[in-house]
């Protein structure tokens, strides 16, 4: 074991990224760092107790660069062969695939990469998959981030594992990778589009690195270990958001929402507030990739606005300011105006809400009367007009008190904090515009039973779904 083969393997140690008799599916393009990464787990075999069929190799043809591609994978190929590995090939018209995916070609091409590995280390019952990621991978991802405006975790740059993924030259530069092939004297593929400065890493690999490395030639070595600081104080931020602000989830048919508490948000300080919004709309959106910094702070600003602010952010999620709540949701809110008398007793379904159960029975008065939410007996004697469920109308009242006060409905929706965006839809009993009951919420004092009643028409609501109905 030359020293080279001693770093990685230190590496691989140090952040347990092979347990012996781990199996691995390699990624090789036949570049320098997967030809590489190939050589070294080829050394190291023994030490790390890898069995003897443990490693197959993954090349991917991305249909891109015709005659030299097709030399790529015949190089990775017959290399396969000489160092006694399996070797699996895919082909995939990339181009194709990324119009397809609405991704650029090389987005499109890792996710086609790591969908094949993936397939084949279910399909062989393997362990994990290695890529050859190397320092300067590092150091052009964080330089890439910062440039389009990243925050923290955008720093940390790439991770040495990410689930069932290991990177074990993540502890050595590309000087070193191609110092080590020459000396084991392995030739390796050139891509020709590495060095197409139309792409923004390329830029980055051969105008802005090098430069760096004048200035000191520690440079890519300062970067990860900066990337490295961030990774850590960035796990830290994420368990203390965590612990710190209360959230609710819900999903549904409808889409996804998350419900932040602004008492709780108020109580923390900027940075972990930008972490816990930043977290919620990724919960909600499931995933982060074009959420930036001006989204989560004006998402963060809502905290500090009237209730029914709101802002509107990728991928269709709205986020908005009700009373107490931040609350962000993918759901398209979209109210049905509905209105059916009620004739008779039976179910009377409440479009896309619930059900009301009604029934008609005689009474006897005891005291005292049941208040639960969701169950309410109404004197049929009271009942002067026809009652119907509907939606809410401009101009509905409800009597608040014996003494027959009024207030009118908006009102009670906004003592009452109910989201802007669910009251329309909200159902009521009414009899022309005077409000029996807000379901679930309010009931007029107008219509109870006292000790003349006789006869009750009891309407009991279930939520959609709710097979025992609503519970009180």
Request: proline share 3%.
């Amino acid at each position: 074991m030359n020293y080279f083969e001693q770093k990685v393997y230190n590496y691989i140690q140090t952040h347990g990224l092979i347990e012996p008799g781990n199996r691995l599916v390699v990624g090789v393009s036949g570049g320098a760092d997967s030809v590489c990464l190939l050589r070294v787990l080829k050394a190291l075999m023994p030490v790390l107790h890898i069995p003897s069929q443990g490693i197959v190799v993954v090349h991917v043809h991305h249909g891109i660069r015709g005659a030299e591609a097709d030399h790529d994978a015949a190089f990775t190929k017959d290399l396969c062969a000489k160092l006694g590995f399996l070797y699996q090939e895919y082909r995939k018209d990339i181009p194709a695939y990324a119009k397809q995916l609405n991704m650029t070609v090389e987005e499109a091409g890792r996710e086609y990469r790591y969908q094949c590995m993936e397939e084949l280390v279910m399909q062989l019952k393997f362990d994990k998959i290695a890529v050859a990621h190397n320092q300067d991978d590092v150091a052009e991802t964080v330089l890439f981030h910062m440039l389009r405006g990243s925050g923290l975790n955008g720093l940390a740059g790439i991770a040495a594992s990410r689930g069932n993924i290991i990177r074990p030259l993540l502890g050595v530069s590309r000087a070193e990778i191609e110092a080590y092939l020459e000396e084991c004297g392995q030739d390796f593929c050139l891509d020709s589009t590495n060095v197409e400065l139309a792409y923004a890493r390329n830029k980055i690999r051969h105008s802005i690195l090098p430069v760096m490395k004048e200035l000191n030639d520690r440079a890519v070595e300062h970067i990860c270990q900066l990337a490295q600081d961030a990774a850590q104080s960035y796990d830290y931020i994420h368990t203390q958001a965590m612990e710190q602000c209360d959230t609710t989830e819900d999903e549904d048919a409808f889409g996804r929402t998350v419900t932040l508490s602004i008492a709780e948000l108020y109580k923390v300080g900027p940075v972990l507030q930008e972490h816990i919004v930043w977290e919620a709309i990724g919960q909600v959106a499931q995933r982060k990739k074009d959420i930036t910094r001006r989204h989560i702070q004006a998402v963060v600003a809502l905290i500090y606005q009237d209730s029914g602010s709101s802002v509107q952010l990728p991928y269709g999620i709205h986020a908005r300011r009700n009373y107490g709540e931040l609350i962000l949701s993918d759901k398209v809110q979209t109210m049905t105006d509905y209105r059916f008398a009620i004739v008779q007793a039976g179910d009377y379904e409440i479009p896309d809400q619930g059900t009301l159960s009604v029934s008609i029975e005689d009474f006897t008065f005891t005291e005292p009367i049941p208040k639960k939410n969701y169950t309410k007996f109404i004197d049929y004697a009271k009942i002067k007009g026809t009652l119907c469920v509907r939606t809410p109308e401009d101009g509905d009242y409800i009597v608040i008190d014996t003494a027959g006060n009024t207030k009118k409905l908006s009102r009670v929706f906004i003592d009452a904090k109910i989201d802007r965006t669910k009251r329309a839809g909200w159902p009521v009993l009414a009899c022309g515009q005077e409000i029996v009951w807000v379901v679930g919420l309010r009931f007029s004092p107008a219509y109870h039973v006292d000790e003349q009643t006789n006869k009750i028409m009891k309407i009991q609501y279930g939520s959609k779904g709710d097979q025992n109905g609503t519970k009180d």
